[in-house]
């Protein structure tokens, strides 16, 4: 049975596990406020809150409703945008009107729950984190200028401090109807439920990778649902390594206080990451364990050195990240095992980081090439260098002879000029959707070149880099592989 | 005043298609689409289809009771595969089941054999080919050879844009249950209710009297929705007419941008001819548009490109020719600007390329030749309030371009790894459908006993506020406040054969059509008025709800003059129509005066791209435009922001692509990319021009919907420039859309590569 609050009513349904949640909201409950606009958590034209109690309060964030399972509501508020309807409008509903921030109306149901998500988030606001709360959210009428002011409006309504705009406050205010006072104490009634693992089951984690690719089918099966798995949603500090869960989703890992203060600029990375419903959804198992040669968590991780944590039948066991991946969409995990989290070895105090990720658009699309780079720098010579880059081959790959040749250099157009070179005998990319292989190769030099730029701004220009690039480039034009070519005119 | 729709959609309450009240006994389609992009069916295997749980039928060419044909003008589509497949994605067969999971399922377990034939996927070959989908039309001005021998500066060479997939948020979707009487009652999220109407009787075996369509409203259309509802409705009444059972069909998204056409894309050879002065004596231009597997709207497309081959300048000699190809890809059609974005972008290359040869900036030679009052179009129409100019010059002084120019020199100057560029973009576009029968339209207005008003049209909402301005214009035409209009779905029961919402023009027709009707009513209203105040015709008037008698309010209220009104038996309903005057258009001699009126504006768009990552930014876009008298600045606004960014997604993110056996290689949101919040640009500011508007608009509020999306034009030229500014070797080749794979190649290209 799952059970869950959707709007201000409690729901008991034995439909299937993987039915996606959106299909249940619109379908079998009939309330057809989130629209069905892609079905792959692209649009956000399905957006509802999704409420868990934790330390005795509600905490809410977007999520993209056709990508979540319904199982993975379990437990949880669920808020469509018929649940915020109170008597008038409210404040956001308000700021989108008045703003002309909907033209045909189907963006806008996704809208009105991405901003209140943004008034019911734990960050301090600013007009920063007001655009960003849109970033999940498509719309083809507007052109998006009346949309940045209507997300302005609210922000500037409402107190900088989660503390002064707690829900008591919005639903004073008007801003949240009054049975929200009321979901702590019906959510804290659901029986958790903690199933055991069942080995050759499909595993489902956020499901935004899986609902995407076969949503009908799995709803045949009954998947182990690991999003409730207590053991693998923790992050912990234990000696001179981190312990991270494999259940959590992408947004926890960017955004916790240990790893940042570990790895300076991790939070950084996440308005390059998805969107903030999906980076709510998509967990850092589902990220490693789906393989691809673009998974950003798998490129940031691979910067350190981490081991990943499986579990089984036959036990726990763990290697390298960098051996778990042996080809493309191949890893060494048997069906019966599932990825209970990472261990990081702890960076010292010295350890640099930068991530870098070029796609068609900017915000939430999938790399063309990413990449990243971890290093201890004393101040004269680099150690420990692990560079990272997907995109470029079958699978995220650690370029151990680029990194090898890094160590014990000072930094240096001329040696970065170098490293590039074997960097390009050490990648294979191809050309597809994301890019010919000739612009990825490009690409990786390039942001190869943009770690050190941003890491050494006092060592480098990019004029002598630029210069030592072109040479390179020309240098090693022999390695760049010519696939088939595709047209890209249509 | 703000839209009449917006309450219900920021509280989740609108009705999209799909959100419309399931009937009992509903089933479900899935519509199985061909693999290949040619081939001959040699057989089918739908047992296993059939066999599943839940399906209840699978329906192929055979089954349909009329004509297996969805063709416009040109009838060359069927609405399932017969014997050849043209397209992947091209319907065959119909899958309908109890829920849509299953009907998804079973299409998998649905099984065609076929024998593939060569497929043409490239325009070029299908030119090479003459695979013309209906033959090519030429617009001449002056004579171009004989001026070609007078130019100084001769330049020649091709420009390209890509296909754009419309990507409406609210996919095709269609509903038909069977009705009383025999008829049929399907409600689709089309622009064009009544074509949906007349194809689908067609296909059903049907008098058009037998079929009624109703739109709601649309979540977004922009032109794919207008030839292109037609397939999915006529799908859905074919399964609803035979089983006798409602069924919908709301197709999944990636079945959408796979079965559905795109814009054109568009190869363009030029040859342009200058004067010293920069004068354009001669332009021609060649244009092989790419109508992919059927002809649909493309006639119309092909010639609305001719009209705006010369945009908004004058050129004395002129040969546009326009080819439609033939091939193997889905049928493109309808898309904001209808080919003039395709043919305004390879002038625009043609006048880049001359001004980087001349080593000027292109902005010299756009302004040289600015349309001005009375210059003659080439299929000509002379430029009667000719605003070309105006728009011109309040950009360079509202905007002060030429300090802005200033700025991004000194900031490339400044900058090693970030540059800039700014291009300006003037835009002429015509208004009326070009197919003169088209440009009209009518409307029916109720008032009920207690005053409340309901208004139908032809016009359908998806989104450009039609039906606030309509409520406006009733309800400043009957004196009464907006909230009493209702205005109602689109129903060809209510309103019959009207023309899509297209061109345009859907504010401009159905507002006079309402107009008209609303003039009728308040005669009698105010004949009435005057019969009970036993006064003169001529002293009682009607506004702000009440009848007036020489200019004093009077005890009778508009709700007390209604009931009253229906006592005396006045007739309280009435039908406006209208046509609109003095368009005509010779397709033997391609002269004519085919557009009631024309549009203006000119844009001016800076673009930043980091050279470092190839990635750029749209900083600004400037715009002064020509809105007339705008009925609804709010909603004028929106269209000219919402259009502006769709252009420059065409310009730089939004690419299709397909692999050279006929798939599109971008076929879901996670690889076709239509700008999100941080890709639109920072700062949108757009003015009025404040020129007076034609007569011939509705209240001479100028028609808004097509013209913005050209001035995302400018976007590529900025882009170009900023990477000039990098990479002096760079040569462009002028192949939108410029995204940041192009644009970083583009940067790091040497001097012998080929254009870019
Ligand atoms: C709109 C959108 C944008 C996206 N953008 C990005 C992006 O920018 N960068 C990026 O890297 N990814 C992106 N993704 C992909 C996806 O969100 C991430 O890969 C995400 O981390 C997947 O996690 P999940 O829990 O949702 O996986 P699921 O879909 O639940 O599972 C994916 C796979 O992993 C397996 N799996 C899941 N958890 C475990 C586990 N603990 N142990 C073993 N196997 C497991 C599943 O069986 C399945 O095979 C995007 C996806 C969407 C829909
Ligand atoms: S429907 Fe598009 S994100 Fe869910
Ligand atoms: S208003 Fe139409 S998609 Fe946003």
């Known amino acids: 049975m799952i059970e869950f609050v959707l709007n201000r009513q409690l729901i008991c349904t034995d439909k299937p596990a993987a039915m996606p949640l959106l299909d249940f909201i619109r379908r079998e409950q009939r309330l057809t406020g989130a629209k069905v606009g892609c079905g792959e958590g692209d649009c956000g034209a399905c957006l509802v809150l999704e409420g868990r109690l934790e330390e005795g309060r509600m905490q809410y964030r977007p999520i993209v409703s056709c990508l979540t399972p319904l199982a993975n509501a379990h437990g949880r508020h669920i808020v469509t945008v018929e649940g915020l309807n109170l008597r008038h409008l409210s404040p956001v509903q308000e700021a989108v009107a008045e703003h002309s921030a909907a033209q045909c109306g189907f963006c806008t149901p996704g809208v009105i729950v991405a901003l209140t998500a943004l008034c019911l988030s734990e960050a301090p606001l600013s007009p920063e984190k007001a655009i960003a709360a849109l970033d999940g959210n498509l719309c083809r009428c507007t052109g998006y200028q009346s949309l940045k002011k209507a997300a302005l409006a609210v922000a500037a309504r409402l107190p900088v401090e989660r503390q002064n705009r707690a829900i008591p406050w919005l639903i004073e205010q008007g801003w949240l109807p009054a049975y929200f006072d009321a979901i702590p104490g019906q959510v804290a009634q659901i029986p958790r439920c903690s199933p055991a693992f069942a080995p050759g089951r499909p595993i489902l984690g956020g499901g935004t990778d899986l609902l995407v690719q076969q949503a009908g089918q799995l709803m045949a099966e009954a998947p182990n649902l690991l999003c409730e798995r207590w053991e693998i949603g923790g992050i912990c500090e234990d000696g001179d390594s981190c312990f991270i869960g494999g259940g959590l989703p ?179 990319p191809i050309s597809d959707i994301r890019g010919s292989a000739d612009y990825k190769r490009l690409l990786l030099r390039q942001l190869f070149f943009a770690h050190f730029l941003k890491l050494f701004p006092e060592h480098l220009s990019f004029e002598n880099i630029h210069n030592e690039g072109l040479l390179a480039h020309e240098k090693h034009s022999r390695f760049r592989a010519r696939e088939g070519a595709i047209r890209l005119s249509g | 005043m703000k839209n009449i729709h917006a309450s219900g959609h920021v509280r989740g309450q609108s009705v999209f298609l799909d959100d419309l009240p399931v009937h009992e006994g509903t089933l479900y389609a ?53 014997r050849e497949l043209h397209y992947i994605g091209q319907p065959v067969f119909l899958i309908v089941a109890e829920d849509e999971w299953t009907a998804r399922r079973a299409r998998l377990l649905a099984g065609l054999q076929y024998e593939a034939l060569p497929a043409i996927t490239d325009v070029e070959e299908a030119w090479g080919r ?265 950009a360079e002084a509202d ?89 109602e779905t689109t129903d060809t029961a209510r309103v019959a054969n009207s023309s899509p919402t297209a061109a345009s023009s859907g504010a401009d027709l159905n507002g006079k059509a309402v107009q008209h009707a609303c003039a009728q009513l308040r005669r009698r209203l105010l004949e009435t008025a005057a019969s009970i105040l036993r006064a003169p015709l001529a002293e009682v008037d009607l506004h702000a709800e009440q009848v007036w008698r020489n200019g004093r309010p009077t005890a009778l209220s508009w709700e007390k003059l209604a009931p009253e009104a229906l006592q005396r038996r006045v007739n309280l309903s009435a039908q406006g129509y209208y046509a609109t005057p003095l368009i005509c258009f010779d397709r033997e001699k391609e002269k004519g005066h085919p557009f009631a009126y024309y549009v203006y504006g000119t844009a001016a768009v800076t673009m930043a791209v980091d050279c470092i990552r190839g990635t750029y930014a749209t900083e600004e876009v400037c715009i002064i435009h020509d809105f007339g008298d705008s009925l609804n600045p709010d909603i004028d606004q929106g269209q000219v922001e919402g259009g502006v960014v769709q252009g420059i997604g065409w310009m730089t993110s939004e690419e299709v692509g397909c692999s050279p056996d006929g798939r599109l290689l971008a076929d879901s949101l996670s690889t076709y990319k239509i700008p999100d919040i941080y890709a639109a640009p920072d700062v949108i500011d757009c003015r009025p021009l404040g020129a007076e508007g034609p007569g011939m608009a509705a209240l001479r509020s100028k028609a808004v919907g097509e013209p913005p999306l050209m001035y995302g034009i400018a976007a590529y030229f900025a882009l170009i420039q900023a990477i000039r500014a990098f990479n002096p070797h760079y040569r462009p080749g002028f192949r939108a859309p410029m995204t940041p794979e192009k644009v970083l190649m583009a940067l790091y290209q040497d001097e012998n590569a080929a254009a870019l």
């Open chain 1, 250 to 428: 992408i947004a926890a890992i960017l955004e916790n206080r240990t790893l940042n203060r570990h790895i300076p600029g991790l939070g950084r990375c996440a308005p390059l990451i998805a969107s903030t419903p999906v980076r709510n959804m998509g967990t850092l198992g589902g990220n490693l364990a789906n393989a691809s040669p673009i998974a950003d968590l798998a490129i940031i991780f691979l910067a350190f050195e981490t081991r990943v944590l499986l579990n089984g039948p036959s036990g726990r066991r763990e290697l390298p990240l960098e051996d778990f991946y042996l080809a493309y969409k191949q890893i060494d995990k048997s069906p019966s095992e599932y990825l209970e989290g990472l261990r990081l070895r702890l960076p010292g105090a010295r350890r640099l980081f930068s991530f870098e990720k070029v796609s068609k658009r900017t915000h939430l699309d999938i790399a063309s090439v990413n990449t990243a780079i971890g290093l201890d720098f004393d101040g004269e010579t680099m150690s420990r260098v692990r560079l990272s880059a997907g995109g470029v081959s079958p699978v995220p790959l650690l370029l151990r002879r680029t990194g090898a040749f890094l160590e014990g250099k000072m930094i240096s157009e001329s040696v970065l000029g170098r490293a590039n070179a074997l960097m390009q005998e050490e990648i294979s």
């Open chain 2, 30 to 82: 899935a519509v199985f689409g061909s693999p290949v992009a040619h081939g001959r069916i040699t057989g089918a295997d739908l047992e296993r289809a059939r066999a599943l749980p839940g399906v209840v039928a699978v329906f192929s060419h055979e089954d349909i009771p009329g004509k297996n044909q969805i063709g416009g003008n040109i009838r060359d589509e069927p609405l399932l595969a017969e």
């Open chain 2, 130 to 394: 003459e695979q013309f989908l209906f033959p090519p039309r030429t617009f001449r001005l002056g004579s171009v050879d004989e001026a070609w021998e007078h130019c100084v500066y001769h330049f020649e060479g091709e420009a390209e844009t890509g296909a754009q997939e419309h990507l409406y948020l609210e996919p095709q979707a269609s509903y038909a249950f069977p009705a009383p009487h025999g008829g049929m009652k399907i409600c689709s999220s089309a622009q064009g209710p009544a074509e949906v109407q007349h194809v689908a009787a067609r296909v059903l075996g049907l008098p058009v009297h037998r079929i009624e369509v109703e739109a709601t409203q649309l979540g977004g259309a922009f032109g794919g929705k207008e030839g292109q509802a037609t397939a999915w409705a006529c799908l859905a009444a074919l399964a609803a007419w035979r089983l006798q059972r409602p069924v919908k069909l709301v197709l999944p998204r990636q079945d959408d941008m796979r079965m559905t056409g795109k814009r054109l894309p568009c190869r363009a050879r030029f040859r342009i001819g200058l004067s010293r002065a920069l004068k354009i004596l001669t332009y021609e231009a060649t244009f092989l548009l790419d109508g992919g597997a059927a002809a649909g709207l493309s006639p119309g497309i092909l010639e609305r490109a001719l009209f705006h081959a010369t945009n908004s300048y004058y050129i004395p000699n002129v040969r546009a020719t326009a080819f439609c190809c033939r091939t193997n890809l889905p049928p493109n059609t309808a898309f904001r600007g209808f080919g003039a974005p395709q043919a305004m972008f390879a002038l625009e290359a043609a006048i880049a390329r001359a001004a980087y040869e001349l080593g000027i900036p292109a902005r010299r030679i756009q302004e040289a030749n600015l349309l001005k009052e009375g210059d003659e179009f080439p299929y000509g129409q002379r430029a009667r309030q000719a605003h070309a100019r105006q728009c011109w010059a309040r």
């Open chain 2, 399 to 487: 905007f002060d371009i030429r300090k802005k120019e200033k700025e991004v020199e000194a900031f490339n100057h400044q900058n090693a790894s970030t540059k800039k560029g700014l291009a300006m973009m003037p835009v002429c576009f015509g208004i009326s459908f070009t197919k003169t029968s088209m440009n009209q339209a009518s409307a029916l207005l109720h008032i009920y006993q207690d005053g409340s008003v309901g208004l139908s049209s032809g016009a359908v909402e998806m989104g450009q506020g039609v039906s606030t301005k309509l409520a406006q214009l009733a309800a400043m035409a009957l004196g009464v406040q907006a909230e009493r209009i209702r205005v």
